[in-house]
């Protein structure tokens, strides 16, 4: 089954504890991307990856890493989590250029 | 970042009844797209529009892609209980995909 796979699902974490949110297709795509989705604003892309060693900044890349070392992982990296950054993670996955499948989310609490 | 304005907010409508939501960009789009998110999940993608002035169908959904490239609008003719949810719109260039702020539709029993 085709599928975006985003690990954890729930976290709560404190400020300043560095955390991981995995990212996994099954579907051989070259482009992926992070968003978050906050009350009232949508979804914020923060960053994306055309192929892999390729990564670029979204609308709101601040207080964010990505890797893309392999085609069908893409971790968002959190280096000194802040109250801020709680907030409902998306990572989506497509064929350059074409609508994007997304995971199931990822809900992040940052005490 | 650039968000697209997305209207209306929210929607209160009776079964049978058609639905209409619109998003304007100050900037232009190659690909608009509108997905449907349901409670505890990602957003699911509805209907795809790729060239300007491109009017496309999937089932009951009829979206627009605007001559300026510009803006979009989403039709639901006939509504069911199963269309409860947000609606998003999307402008993708090149890599970078924007989203409007969404439209939550009630159906009013």
């Known amino acids: 089954e085709a599928q975006v796979t985003q690990n954890p699902r729930y976290l709560i974490t404190v400020t300043g504890k560095k955390l991981t949110v995995t990212c996994s297709q099954n579907?051989?795509?070259?482009?992926m991307s992070w968003y978050r989705q906050d009350p009232g604003l949508g979804l914020r892309q923060i960053y994306y990856?055309?192929?892999?060693?390729?990564?670029d900044k979204g609308d709101v890349p601040e207080g964010y890493k990505v890797s893309r070392k392999e085609k069908r992982n893409f971790p968002l990296i959190l280096e000194s989590p802040s109250p801020n950054q709680t907030s409902l993670y998306f990572c989506?996955?497509?064929?350059?250029?074409?609508?994007?499948?997304f995971g199931d989310g990822t809900r992040l609490s940052i005490l | 970042g650039q968000q697209l304005n997305q209207s209306p907010q929210s929607m209160f409508i009776q079964e049978g009844e058609d639905v209409s939501m619109n998003c304007t960009s100050s900037?232009?789009?190659?690909?608009w797209l509108w997905y449907k998110q349901d409670p505890g999940e990602g957003p699911v993608l509805l209907i795809a529009?790729?060239?300007?002035?491109e009017l496309t169908s999937n089932g009951r959904l009829t979206a627009q892609f605007g001559i300026t490239r510009k803006d979009s609008f989403l039709n639901i003719s006939a509504s069911i209980p199963s269309d409860v949810g947000i609606y998003f719109c999307?402008?993708?260039?090149?890599?970078?995909?924007?989203f409007g702020t969404g439209t939550r539709l009630t159906i009013i029993p």
């Open positions: 989506a996955s497509s064929v350059q250029g074409q609508p994007q499948h």
């Open positions: 579907m051989n795509h070259e482009y």
């Open positions: 990856s055309m192929n892999v060693e390729v990564t």
């Open positions: 900037s232009i789009f190659n690909t």
């Open positions: 529009l790729y060239k300007a002035g």
């Open positions: 999307a402008g993708l260039l090149v890599g970078k995909l924007t």
